[in-house]
């Protein structure tokens, strides 16, 4: 199994910045793409950003210039900075992993419990 441990969510005024962070531990043979994934109240999940593990990336049209994600492949950890944030950015982030435990185990998400980030004044 894999865990992921989602850090550095919290209340912050519009316009400003937060960062967070995810570290996956357990029983990992290879990790490949990581993301993060946020759910507003009433709303349904939805993809905010993703990373290959060559460091490709995508984004949500909704977020795009304003948060970026990266990863630490040595410390299998991925980070989301984002930056003018927005009331409508409020919501719990999940983080998402695709990994493999084994070599000849298939590759499975696996997700994180969530940390919510609140924009308001």
């Known amino acids: 199994q894999v865990q992921l441990v989602e850090s550095g969510g919290g209340l912050v005024q519009p316009g400003g910045s937060l960062r967070l962070s995810c570290a996956a531990s357990g029983s990992i043979f290879s990790i490949h793409a990581m993301g993060w994934y946020r759910q507003a109240p009433g709303k349904e999940r939805e993809l905010a950003a993703t990373?290959?593990?060559?460091?490709?990336?995508n984004y949500a049209d909704s977020v795009k210039g304003r948060f970026t994600i990266s990863r630490d492949n040595g410390k299998n950890t991925v980070y989301l900075q984002m930056n003018s944030l927005k009331p409508e950015d409020t919501a719990v982030y999940y983080c998402n992993c695709n990994a493999k435990t084994t070599a000849w185990a298939v590759v499975t998400d696996y997700w994180g419990k969530g940390t919510l980030v609140t924009v308001s004044s």
């Open positions: 990373i290959t593990s060559g460091g490709s990336t």
